[in-house]
């Protein structure tokens, strides 16, 4: 189906339409190009970090983090998280 013939998808307003969409829809008749990758956390987060930084660098990962989409507290465990990655590459 070419991408002007896709319907757009509908407004969901609970788990249960959205399960029942999901169960019942052939997806690939809806335009999916607004969609974008999540990630969901499930470990509870039993641990705090507090620490002092200069308000220059706080705001600029604010800024960077509002361009992303995100909380800036959840950035910071995403850069943390993908360095930590990285270093267990090597």
Known sequence: MSKDKLKAMPVLSSDAEAEAFVETADLSEYDLSGFK???FEFEKKAAALNMR?????????KDRAATKGVPFTRY??????RDLAEASKR
Do not use: F, G
């Open 37 to 39: 990758p999540t990630r």
């Open 76 to 81: 910071v465990r995403m850069l943390i998280e």
């Open 53 to 61: 930084i200069p308000q220059s660098l706080l705001d600029a990962l």
